[in-house]
């Protein structure tokens, strides 16, 4: 069982900058990949960015040049920096963990706006 526990949530203006971090209760090494999804309201949950066990990192295109996922094997963390925020940025947004089973965190609230 992987326990996931993101923070970094909040409000921000658009234009500004927010880093997410996800915590892991097992090192993040014993895990293939992370991620972090989003949900908006009355939308469906999408994928915004994973990055592997070796380091080969994914975006959704509406995002690339903008976020950054990282990790911290030492800490067992992932981060999810996102800069030049938009408010269709705003969602709840899940970190996720693949070992042989798919875990969720509970979510944090992002919301973009002025």
């Not at 920096?81 to 269709?88: S, V």
Request: proline share 4%; charged share 15%.
């Amino acid at each position: 069982q992987v326990q996931l526990v993101e923070s970094g949530g909040g409000l921000v203006q658009p234009g500004g900058s927010q880093r997410l971090s996800c915590a892991a209760s097992v090192p993040i090494f014993s895990l293939f990949r992370m991620g972090w999804y989003r949900q908006a309201p009355g939308k469906q949950r999408e994928l915004v960015a994973t990055i592997t066990t070796g380091g080969t990192t994914k975006y959704r295109d509406s995002v690339k040049g903008r976020f950054t996922i990282s990790k911290d094997n030492a800490k067992s963390t992932v981060y999810l920096q996102m800069n030049n925020l938009k408010p269709e940025d705003t969602a709840v947004y899940y970190c996720v963990a693949e070992q042989s089973s798919t875990y969720w965190g509970q979510g944090t609230q992002v919301t973009v706006s002025s």
